[in-house]
């Protein structure tokens, strides 16, 4: 991988971490909904300290991933159409019959 890729994801990495670490302390039971993790996965991510924010954001793998495993979601959120707080109900409506993502 080129640098420039390496510290880009890094850089998203850190953000995401950072943005899951406030949704959790703010409102935990949405951000679990929200970030699609179960909740030992929310545990350690709202206990990790900044160093360890920093190492993990730094691996050359991504942390956040696409959720939408079901094209209608993604479709839904993507197409613009004129009852967007329907749409955007409908598709969290259809997510939250996703099972939540298990850490291996």
């Not at 995401?16 to 030992?40: C, E, N, P, S």
């Not at 939408?68 to 749409?87: G, H, M, Q, Y």
């Amino acid at each position: 991988m080129n640098k420039d890729l390496l510290s880009e994801i890094r850089d998203a990495n850190l953000n995401y971490l950072l943005l899951a670490q406030q949704m959790l302390r703010d409102d935990k039971a949405t951000a679990i909904f929200r970030l699609g993790i179960d909740t030992q996965i929310a545990e350690l991510i709202q206990n990790l300290s900044l160093s360890q924010l920093m190492k993990l954001a730094a691996s050359n793998m991504m942390l956040a991933r696409f959720r939408f495993e079901d094209s209608a979601v993604l479709a839904l959120l993507a197409n613009p159409v004129r009852e967007s707080a329907l749409t955007r109900a409908h598709a969290a409506i259809l997510m939250a019959g996703q099972p939540v993502e298990e850490a291996a």
